[in-house]
């Protein structure tokens, strides 16, 4: 089976500090992709940031990085200097190459405060 | 250019109505996903249509959905005699076929009452 686990159905954190949402994931496949999507009430699903699996460097855009650990199947994501618009869902999805559709977790409800 | 659309965003409908879902995918993307977001869950596979091949339909939950996209391009999703677990935001995505290219359209919140 593949799956994926979200462990923090809800987290909070101040404006301009840094916040880790967790995932793991199940997989028997070796060649996969990794993504974060972030859904704001709009309900627009939107691609924060992903991982190529043979990647052993972990991607980052702009105040959003990754921290990729292949053998032990986790791939957090790590927002700095938080602002006011981040706060939305945010799930963790994976597909493989021999699959065509993406694997979701259930989501971690982020709220930024000012 | 124009992303993923879906019609209607809100559907509020009556146990046992039928209803119809649409997705206009991006143009020239040849793979198309719907998908359902149910309160507190995360995003359900539902079926995946791939050019002119049949598609796959093993995460549709009963034989009251069914799903069709014509001329390669739009897709209804239908549900049949809708119940109150019915009630859901319906995602629909296309792609190349590209493992990182998907593009999600803004769903569509069905209401059961």
């Known amino acids: 089976a593949q799956t994926v686990t979200q462990s923090q159905p809800e987290m909070s954190v101040q404006e301009a500090e840094t916040v880790t949402l967790s995932c793991t994931y199940d997989t028997s496949e070796s060649n996969y992709y990794l993504f974060w999507y972030k859904q704001p009430p709009s309900r627009q699903m939107i691609l924060v940031i992903r991982q190529e699996a043979y990647k052993q460097q972990n991607a980052t855009e702009n105040r959003f990085s990754v921290n990729f650990q292949k053998a032990a199947k986790s791939f957090s994501l790590k927002i700095s200097d938080s602002q006011l618009g981040d706060t939305a869902m945010y799930f963790c999805a994976f597909i493989t190459n021999s699959g065509y559709a993406l694997n979701f977790g259930k989501g971690t409800s982020l709220l930024v405060t000012p | 250019g124009a992303g993923v659309s879906q019609s209607p965003s809100n559907k509020v409908t009556e146990k046992g109505k039928d209803v119809e879902l649409r997705c206009d995918p991006i143009?020239?993307?040849?793979?198309l996903y719907w998908y359902r977001q149910s309160l507190g869950q995360g995003l359900e596979f539902l079926i995946y249509f791939q050019g002119n091949s049949a598609p796959d339909k093993s995460g549709l939950p009963s034989d009251r959905f069914s799903a069709e996209r014509t001329g390669g391009s739009v897709s209804t999703l239908t549900i049949q005699r809708t119940q109150q677990e019915d009630s859901a935001v319906y995602l629909c995505?296309?792609?190349?076929?590209?493992?990182?290219?998907?593009?999600f359209g803004p769903g569509t919140r069905l209401t059961v009452l």
């Open positions: 143009s020239g993307h040849t793979a």
């Open positions: 995505a296309s792609s190349l076929d590209d493992p990182e290219g998907f593009s």
